[in-house]
């Protein structure tokens, strides 16, 4: 029997609002990823990837304790307003947190969200060089070009120019200039692929003007009202998707100067490198900009559901392999735990209560039998399919006119006819159903469900359960 491999070193990249659609392996027609291209043909690409909440902060928090948005209770993007008014992870155990205890260099560069503050709390990262929303406010996070000011460790300092391309020199003198001979363990967090869609290199934007555009379908509308006119499509897109394909084009190529760094320093094989963005998004399907919020009441489209996602560890993993089975970030949470060699013992492992399971268990050389449903959730709205059948429900508050959603993927993959109601599809949402509650009925916490999420401390104010109450009491 082959020795198992040596704790590797982990890249962990997660983009920001790219779409399961916006790169060469998930079959995009014009867009170019050869980094992507050349991870999916050296390592592992998962065709049926999803994220357990459309939006930032959840999915982040997600990927990063194990857990559902209904067992950790963040449920929308943080407001960042520069101080701590709230510890949103208070009792959780977080990833890196497992991973430094047990003798990895941890560090983060980029995007964290996960805070009022923008600063991850202390003892988790040895490196972090993340944004000050203190300095210029949140948005500051997302201009792509100009000055972009950071907290290195706590230290202000500014970047000037493409920011991706600045996070990817300090990405790359971290991995290099490590003081200790630990395996390293990255999160690198590029916000490139997220709104406003300008300030991305000339190059791209430019060669992007001329195509089709042939992703993107046409004359597409959504039945569920748009959360403003900044989520409707334009009537010409042609510039904001330029922009869009640009920033996926440019960020591709930024992630393929960290391989290129890997490469150089010898530390290919030592290496499971992951790839993946925090939820997906809408650029014109559905009629839409934007992820779960584009919509009042929120929406699960397939397109803000679904996310790419490829691995690669030479030492672990076959080359040029695909599965479309269902996986989601909270298997990467065990993924990596797994790859470090980390086991938790019971009392941890039943306090994070994760759902997920280890990616690697999939390349043993033995039959595993996997999970036959994907689930998603946005504060009071889940999701539950299966290889057909897709059900919404929603929660209080519940707008009338915008009640639960069942879809035939196979016959309506563009999600256009809601069947709930139609006579003889009444048993497809009672069985779905009885799935998803089970599933949430196990793991998640009642004081911090979705189902309750009129209880729960507001996110920012402003999420969608929010101003539907609101637009309902006024109503009456």
Sequence with gaps: MAPEPARPNILLVVTDDQGHWACGPCGSAEIETPTMDLLAATGV??????????????????????????????????????SDEHDWLAGEILLPELLREAG???????????????RPPAGVFDRWLSYDVGAEGWQNQYLHRGRVHLLDNGEAVTVDGFQTAELTRWAIEIIEHRSDDRPFFMLFAPTETHAPFDGHPDEWVDRYRSVSFADIPR??????????????????????LAQYYAAVS???????ELLTALDDAGLVDDTLVIVTSDHGHMNGQHGLVGKANATLPQNLYEEVVRVPLVMRWPARLPEGAATDLFVDHLDLFATVLDAAGIELDDATRERIS????????????????????????????????????????????????????????????????????????????VKLEAVLDEHFGRYEDPGK???????????????PWTRLAKRLNDSK
């Excluded at 469900?449 to 999420?463: D, F, K, V, W, Y």
Aim: proline letters at 9%.
């Design 354 to 429: 994760s759902p997920g399971r280890s990616l690697l268990q999939l390349f043993g050389g033995s039959a595993v039998e996997w999970r036959r449903y994907r689930f998603a959730e946005h504060g009071n709205a889940r999701m539950v399919a299966d290889r057909r059948w897709k059900l919404v429900r929603r929660y209080p508050p519940v707008d009338p006119s915008f009640g639960d959603e069942l879809y035939d993927l196979e016959t309506d993959p563009r999600e256009t006819t809601n069947l709930i109601g139609v006579p003889g599809y009444q048993y497809r949402p």
């Design 449 to 463: 469900s979705g189902t309750r999420i009129m209880e729960q401390l507001p996110a920012n104010g402003r999420e």
């Design 250 to 256: 440019a960020q591709d190529a930024w992630i393929g």
């Design 104 to 118: 990895y260099f941890t560090s983060l560069v980029g995007k964290w969200h996960l805070s009022g503050s923008g």
């Design 219 to 240: 004359g597409e509308s959504s039945a569920l009202p748009p959360n403003g006119a900044a989520s409707l499509l334009p009537d010409d897109p042609t510039e904001m």
């Design 45 to 82: 690409w998962f065709a049926n990837a999803s994220s357990p909440s459309p939006v930032c902060s959840p999915a982040r928090a997600s990927l990063l304790t194990g857990r559902l948005p209904s067992q950790h209770g963040i449920h929308d993007f943080l407001s960042e307003t520069g």
